[in-house]
């Protein structure tokens, strides 16, 4: 801890913070333009410039770490004339067109021309044209852009694309883009202080102050970041964030139009949705639900009798609960933000670009300011992310009890407590038939050797395994017994949350009613059910999110038509408003409203608060690893293109991905099918329609088969061995 003074206030900066970092957290200002909480100071502005006592001239307090009893002043009238005059660089020839610029009224170049009182200007310079540019979701204006690069510091740091880069040219410099490199995701968007980059889509729609702000979480993965619905008589322009501290991927950010539109209220449909309650042996429903909503159907069913049904969230529940059987602990105990401290990662069953995009985030970040170690042991390498990982293991289908086992060997010190199972591990075989050979696994061990924050992804590969609940327990034994902490991924947006509210059934033969599912009768947010149902941006509630935090929804959207609750109600289960039921759900008592939602100056999260998890004192055996199985053919993975998520994501106008069969040339040969073929093929009773494409970055014999447009996911194993059949005619 380093003692220093600012201002004449005593104040302490831990090893590593900046001047600037200490003084945000104590609430004293320091003007910045470049300055993002969430990426590395790039020093481009000088506006976070103070003065040191016995220093001459100024310093930056942004990259600058203060040493013991040194002294500094943030404001006097040399700073206040050397800010002001970089002001007016910043605004040499920049076009005075605030009353058209999307960033009017929130810009931070016409913020602080008011704050330095730019009134007079005494620099010049021959202006020149600049043409502006479409980056599909994006527009670069480059006549406005100050080259403060937060752009690029967050496309490289945060995303870890390196799509944006600026093209030098002195005064004549540019954003310039690698549109191959770009996901379409706003940040750089989100970040921009001015009105260089905006989006495509919403420019010259409204003004910043015809808006409403209305917090809430993002729908569409278990990350559920906080957003920002900005909403006009009722409809959603666009979504925001608190971008110096936060990140969103590119559905949370233009993945916002999903709403269902329903003006009244159909009483014929509401009663017939009364009586299928009372009649339903069955209800199923997905996780895109709120926990007030969940917490609902668990108290319906306990007055109903019917069987409540969310296969997804089942196989969570039942992984989960092997997990803390022998993790004695409820909860898997990483965080997203462990994962941008860690230096030791590796990721088993996972598509780490798609099936998480902000834990993708957090592994960029991992990777750039602590030079983390990551490997992914997947199937199919991907090329996405081959920037990031420094082992790609490619595993056999199937093969995950296997990988796990020999992590567990290579990691765990004690293994008395498990001796039986550690002594029956044939390496040799587990190797050769994994396809994870001996050498793979001493590279990870001696990198290991060297890190400190080492983490354990596991992904929806081995949650829906055959052999799942053997493979929570050795993920849990590695949790109990090693520095490494685990990450279970949850499937869908509030599959977490699910799984400890609600008691999960299997379905049974019998009349069953769906929500958000198609079934004998269906409640549905899309409107394409017998009784319509609010979309989750027009709902309040909660999530629990991958971080075990609560977090709050807010209704963006405006919806007139009936909700779960008035038919719970008149099912005689009755409350005022579906949050009622939040101090309610078993986790902490605290009234909806009463929730925090916010940052502080110093970027530290109050969303909500974090779920305890619960202990147990159960001893379980591992089982041996069973027999590896063989997968032949044409294999297909159930896997969703970036920002397709569901089918709520499907009908945003900005998301644009197909549910192209994606596969390799090997894939092609094999399956003896050519790129731009119509397919079809069959899984556990479903048809599958696919157009297919050849991905020349994809090895093996395995395609990605999209099921986003599906209205809920199985506890299907992802890997699917099939018949493909040519259907052009």
């Known amino acids: 801890m380093i003692n220093f003074k600012i201002n004449g206030n005593s104040v302490v900066a831990k090893q590593g913070e900046s001047i600037l970092q200490v003084a945000r957290r104590e609430d004293i200002y320091i003007p910045t333009m470049c300055y993002l909480t969430k990426t590395t100071p790039n020093a481009s502005c000088r506006m976070c410039v103070v003065e040191a006592k016995n220093v001459d001239g100024f310093i930056l307090s942004c990259n600058t770490n203060p040493t013991e009893g040194s002294e500094f002043t943030t404001d006097s009238d040399a700073l206040y004339k050397e800010r002001q005059n970089i002001m007016k660089l910043y605004n040499v020839n920049h076009p005075l067109q605030c009353g058209v610029c999307d960033k009017s009224g929130e810009c931070d170049l016409q913020n602080k021309t008011l704050e330095f009182d730019i009134g007079v200007q005494d620099f010049g310079v021959r202006d ?9 979701v994006h527009t670069y204006d480059p006549a406005l852009c100050i080259l403060c690069e937060k752009c690029t510091s967050t496309c490289n740091e945060i995303v870890g694309v390196e799509a944006l880069y600026i093209l030098a040219g002195g005064y004549k410099s540019r954003i310039e883009i690698n549109m191959a490199n770009c996901i379409e995701c706003g940040e750089c968007v989100s970040v921009c202080p001015v009105g260089a980059m905006a989006s495509t889509n919403f420019k010259y729609t409204s003004n910043a102050w015809e808006l409403d702000k209305i917090p809430s979480s993002c729908s569409h993965c278990s990350s559920a970041c906080s957003l920002y619905y900005e909403s006009k008589d009722g409809d959603i322009k666009r979504v925001t964030n608190e ?6 991927c590119g559905a949370g950010r233009f993945g916002f139009d999903y709403e269902n539109r329903v003006e009244s209220k159909d009483n014929i449909a509401f009663n017939k949705a009364v009586e299928a309650f009372s009649n339903a042996k069955n209800v199923e429903f997905t996780s895109n639900i709120t926990n007030e909503e969940a917490y609902l159907l668990n108290l319906l069913k306990k007055k109903l009798g019917f069987n409540l049904v969310n296969e997804e969230a089942r196989s969570f529940q039942e992984f989960m609960s092997s997990f803390a059987d022998m993790a004695n602990t409820s909860l898997y105990n990483a965080t997203l933000d462990d994962l941008k401290k860690s230096d030791f990662v590796i990721s088993v069953g996972s598509s780490l670009q798609s099936d998480n995009p902000i834990l993708k985030f957090a592994l960029s970040q991992a990777v750039g300011n602590n030079k983390a170690y990551i490997s992914s042991i997947h199937p ?6 081959a920037n990031m990982v420094s082992l790609f ?23 008395s407590t498990q001796e039986e199972f ?7 075989y587990l190797s050769g038939e994994s396809n994870i050979s001996e050498e793979e696994l001493d590279t990870l061990k001696s990198n290991y050797a060297r890190k400190n924050n080492p983490i354990l992804i596991i992904g929806e590969d081995i949650i829906n395994h055959p052999r799942a609940k053997n493979i929570a327990l050795i993920a849990a034994y590695i949790q109990k017994n090693t520095a490494f902490k685990i990450m279970v991924i949850p499937p869908v947006t509030n599959t977490l949350g699910v799984s400890l509210i609600c008691d999960l059934d299997k379905k049974e033969n019998g009349s069953t ?8 009768f269906s409640l549905k947010a899309k409107g ?7 979309a989750l941006n027009q709902q309040e509630g909660t999530f629990v999110n991958i971080d075990k935090d609560l977090v709050i929804l807010n209704a963006g959207a405006f919806y007139n038509g009936y909700e779960l609750n008035d038919i719970a109600s008149a099912l005689g289960v009755k409350t005022q408003n579906i949050i009622d039921y939040t101090s309610k759900l078993g986790f902490k008592e605290i009234e909806f409203d009463n929730l925090d939602n916010y940052y502080d100056n110093s970027g530290t999260a109050y969303r909500g608060y974090k779920i305890e998890p619960k202990t147990n004192r159960k001893k379980p055996k591992i089982e041996e690893v069973e027999e590896l199985g063989e997968f032949n053919g044409s294999v297909v993975y159930a896997r969703n293109p970036l920002d397709q998520f569901s089918e709520f994501t499907k009908n945003c106008k900005q998301i644009i991905e197909k549910e192209d069969l994606l596969g390799s040339k090997q894939f092609a040969l094999c399956s003896k099918i050519k790129s731009g073929d119509n397919v079809k093929f069959s899984i556990d009773g479903v048809e ?21 447009s599906m209205d809920s996911k199985t506890s299907n194993y992802r890997y699917n061995q099939v018949k493909i059949e040519v259907i052009n005619e």
């Open 128 to 136: 020149i044209a600049r043409k502006k540019k479409k980056w599909g």
């Open 243 to 248: 971008a110096d501290f936060t990140a969103l």
């Open 380 to 385: 199919v390498e991907e090329k996405d992310v």
């Open 393 to 415: 293991i490619k595993n056999e289908v199937g093969s995950e009890e296997a990988a796990l086992a020999m992590i567990a060997d290579v990691f765990v010190e004690d293994k």
């Open 422 to 428: 550690f002594d029956s591990l044939d390496i040799g």
């Open 513 to 520: 009613l769906g929500y958000n599912v198609k079934a004998d």
């Open 528 to 534: 394409d059910g017998d009784l319509d149902m609010p």
């Open 688 to 708: 599958f329609v696919r157009r297919f494409k050849v991905d020349k970055y994809m090895k093996g014999t395995i395609a990605y088969n999209p099921i986003f």
